[in-house]
């Protein structure tokens, strides 16, 4: 019985195969790159070295949600959102990882050309060459394995039905959306090769530029990433979705009479989030209505919707007054809690704006 619980915790076979084929191609790189002197490859082994600890990510998450799921209720409840933003954190977390790779790996180009004359020349250009096909052959089986999504926290582990454990794949992102990375890495270590085997002793120049260009290319490639992590982490609106037509949809709902503190968030890159006061005239239309609303916030891609309903303080109130109370509500909460939350009750007894009548 312990040893079907153990095997229950591993990640899925495909993962782990991805994971020993991304630790064999990152210590083959290291190994070449330090045989060889060649500053190019040891550009790529520090790439492959941040898609590696993106996996590693990918798999702690994986681990702490089975957790999570195994202690039950209580284990729901430490995290009610679950683990996905570990993904998140460390997506983030490689690619600065590899922008400062990137800056040390330029200072170092830079020296080796300015004193190449001193410094051990770089050789085995075939064994460069072989290290740049090896390593595209590596990385096409971890996307055949992974489903393109190596180092992406749109793809999560998750149990299906049949108690099987299975890779889902969130649609916001390309399925070969590393891909580029990955090839541009690899074409620069084949030209350092190649240089090398032709010309060698351009190659004492051509190998530390192309380490160069290779660092900040991939720092190019990977800024849209790490762009999108960051965005997340900071719960800022995702693009394309605008609060403020959001907000007007929701209006347009029968029996919907105003909106406010509307927050939309991105949970990770296939979930959003929105909480939102709707204020309605009174508890039927908020009953008729709020599937409704639900529906607009879906259509919009929101998967997570909570909504808070307030209602008109007294049903006999004038036009002026009715149309007050409305705008009021577009700005303000009817409700708002009490600073210091000593009663049994926090939220304090509902305001009315007042009316000056002339």
């Known amino acids: 019985m312990a040893m079907k619980e153990w095997l229950q915790w591993l990640p899925p076979p495909r993962s782990l195969m991805a994971l020993l084929i991304a630790i064999t191609g990152f210590g083959g790189r290291m190994c070449a790159a330090y045989v060889t002197h060649s500053p190019t490859l040891l550009v790529d082994a520090c790439h492959s070295l941040c898609r590696l600890v993106g996996l590693v990510t990918t ?12 202690a039950g209720r209580e284990g729901r409840l430490r995290n009610t959102f679950g683990w996905t933003r570990i993904e998140v954190v460390g997506r983030l977390s490689v690619h600065v990882l590899f922008a400062s790779f990137a800056l040390a790996l330029v200072v170092n180009a830079l020296q080796l050309g300015v004193h190449s004359s001193h410094v051990t020349p770089p050789k085995f250009p075939r064994v460069i060459v ?3 096909v090896v390593g595209l052959l590596l990385h096409a089986t971890n996307y055949m394995l992974l489903a393109g999504r190596e180092l992406s926290y749109s793809r ?6 049949g108690g099987d454990v299975v890779l889902k794949s ?32 351009a190659a004492r120049i051509a190998d530390p530029a192309l380490s160069a260009a290779a660092a900040i290319t991939l720092v190019i490639f990977n800024y849209p990433f790490m ?12 693009e394309g979705l605008g609060a403020g037509s959001l907000r007007e949809a929701a209006l347009r709902v029968r029996g919907v ?8 968030w991105q949970l990770h890159r296939d979930r959003i989030v929105a909480t939102a006061h709707i204020f309605y005239e009174s508890p039927e239309d908020y009953l008729s209505s709020a599937g409704l609303v639900c529906d607009v916030f879906k259509r919009h891609g929101i998967s997570l919707v909570t909504l808070q309903p307030e209602f008109i303080v007294s049903a006999d109130s004038d036009a002026e007054e009715r149309k007050m109370l409305i705008e009021f509500a577009n700005t303000a909460c009817s409700c708002p809690c009490a600073k210091d939350c000593s009663a ?3 939220c304090q007894a509902p305001r009315r704006p007042s009316v000056t009548r002339v």
């Open 59 to 70: 798999l702690l998450a994986y681990k702490y949600q089975r957790a999570d799921e195994g």
């Open 130 to 132: 072989l290290s740049a």
């Open 156 to 161: 999560r582990l998750s149990i299906a039905e």
């Open 170 to 201: 969130g649609t916001a992102e390309p399925v070969l959306a590393h891909a580029p990375t990955d090839i541009a890495s690899s074409l620069f270590v084949m030209a350092a090769g190649l240089t090398l085997e032709w010309e060698p002793v």
């Open 227 to 238: 762009r999108s992590a960051g965005l997340v982490l900071l719960q800022t609106v995702p």
């Open 257 to 264: 009479l105003a909106v406010h503190e509307l927050h939309v």
């Open 344 to 346: 049994p009750r926090c």
